[in-house]
């Protein structure tokens, strides 16, 4: 079975990378997806969670679909 886990670290040069935190559940080679960072003091959370996870729904697009779920239920 294939087995993902994030671990953040730092570059220390073009060909390695210093963990935060070690790595014992994965063994053998892996696969490496390298992105930056934001800098800390991001202005909200949802900013964050967009830099964070690409491609994934806004607070916006969230907020709607609830909005359209409750709306569905009528009243009851």
């Not at 730092?10 to 800098?39: A, N, W, Y």
């Not at 969670?49 to 239920?73: H, N, T, V, Y």
Request: charged letters at 35%; glycine letters at 6%.
């Amino acid at each position: 079975m294939n087995r993902s886990i994030i671990a953040r670290g730092r570059l220390s040069d073009p060909q390695h990378i210093e963990l935060t935190e070690p790595v014992s559940e994965i063994r053998g080679e892996v696969e490496v997806l390298i992105r930056q960072l934001p800098k800390a003091g991001a202005e909200d959370v949802f900013d964050l969670i967009a830099i964070l996870a690409p491609g994934s729904r806004s607070k916006a697009d969230i907020d709607q679909q609830i909005r359209e779920e409750r709306a569905s239920w009528g009243d009851r």
